[in-house]
């Protein structure tokens, strides 16, 4: 009797370490990774994904972030600022430009005209160009803007040299200055010979002043020009 005990004993015994043994083989089994997870880091063509479309949609902004931080921390970039900062505060001692000026900037580049406009203080300052930088330069094709007539105080152009159209350009600043405002372009540098033929460019303007300016490294000449009441 107690043999048999023993014996059915034993075999309880057996039967549970292999049961014990099965689950651990069990458990070490699942908590392996399947093979389609892989590691990021140890698969370098593996590109991480966004981890939700909210992260997607964060993702480009914070690269234009950082490509416009490392840009406008560049000399050049602060040279090209300071340089439109001497017109802008030569239009201000003119009283053409205050706080409150509205200002278009046509064909903004990459806005360093926006900017300098912004350190002056102004707190309305559109830039437009083919190619938008954000956030100082919306896309806009300066031959055709997209605004309503006399909507800005200040029209600035440095690049009328550039434009396709220079008759078709110049009649858009013009439209979207409203009468007392004043449009100011700048051209590679030029006496009254040459500043006469840009004059005959605007139709609304009368000439206020020109004036050799040293503009993005370039010798530049500034025209500035009165939005008048139109007789047609
Ligand atoms: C206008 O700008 C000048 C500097 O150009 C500044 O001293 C002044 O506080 C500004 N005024 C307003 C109302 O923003
Ligand atoms: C700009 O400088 C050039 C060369 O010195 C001169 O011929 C021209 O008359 C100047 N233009 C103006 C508007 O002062």
Same mark, same amino acid.
């Given at each position: 009797?107690?043999?048999?005990?023993?014996?059915?004993?034993?075999?309880?015994?057996?039967?549970?370490?292999?049961?014990?043994?099965?689950?651990?083989?069990?458990?070490?089994?699942?908590?392996?990774?399947?093979?389609?997870?892989?590691?990021?880091?140890?698969?370098?063509?593996?590109?991480?994904?966004?981890?939700?479309?909210?992260?997607?949609?964060?993702?480009?902004?914070?690269?234009?972030?950082?490509?416009?931080?490392?840009?406008?921390?560049?000399?050049?970039?602060?040279?090209?600022?300071?340089?439109?900062?001497?017109?802008?505060?030569?239009?201000?001692?003119?009283?053409?430009?205050?706080?409150?000026?509205?200002? &278009?900037?046509? #064909? !903004?580049?990459?806005? /360093? %005209?926006?900017?300098?406009?912004?350190?002056?203080?102004?707190? @309305?300052? +559109?830039?437009?160009?083919?190619?938008?930088?954000?956030?100082?330069?919306?896309?806009?094709?300066?031959?055709?803007?997209?605004?309503?007539?006399?909507?800005?105080? &200040?029209?600035? #152009? !440095?690049?009328?040299? /550039? %434009?396709?159209?220079?008759?078709?350009?110049?009649?858009?600043? @013009?439209? +979207?200055?409203?009468?007392?405002?004043?449009?100011?372009?700048?051209?590679?540098?030029?006496?009254?010979?040459?500043?006469?033929?840009?004059?005959?460019?605007?139709?609304?303007?009368?000439?206020?002043?020109?004036?050799?300016?040293?503009?993005?490294?370039?010798?530049?000449?500034?025209?500035?020009?009165?939005?008048?009441?139109?007789?047609?």
């Amino acid at each position: 009797m107690e043999k048999h005990i023993q014996i059915f004993l034993k075999k309880i015994s057996y039967l549970s370490i292999t049961i014990a043994t099965l689950t651990l083989l069990l458990t070490f089994l699942f908590q392996t990774p399947p093979q389609t997870c892989i590691d990021p880091k140890t698969n370098p063509h593996h590109k991480p994904h966004p981890k939700s479309s909210c992260d997607a949609a964060h993702r480009p902004i914070t690269t234009i972030d950082k490509r416009n931080h490392r840009l406008w921390s560049t000399n050049a970039w602060r040279k090209s600022v300071d340089s439109f900062s001497a017109i802008f505060n030569h239009l201000q001692t003119l009283k053409h430009l205050n706080n409150h000026t509205h200002a &278009l900037v046509s #064909s !903004a580049g990459g806005g /360093q %005209a926006v900017m300098s406009l912004q350190q002056i203080g102004l707190h @309305e300052i +559109t830039g437009v160009e083919l190619i938008d930088s954000p956030p100082l330069v919306s896309r806009a094709d300066p031959h055709n803007l997209p605004f309503f007539d006399g909507v800005f105080n &200040l029209g600035f #152009s !440095a690049h009328l040299d /550039q %434009a396709l159209f220079p008759s078709r350009y110049v009649r858009e600043l @013009e439209r +979207t200055v409203r009468v007392g405002g004043v449009c100011v372009v700048c051209v590679e540098e030029c006496g009254d010979g040459e500043v006469k033929e840009v004059l005959k460019l605007f139709r609304k303007l009368e000439f206020s002043q020109a004036r050799n300016v040293t503009l993005m490294g370039s010798k530049m000449t500034m025209i500035i020009t009165r939005r008048i009441k139109t007789r047609s």
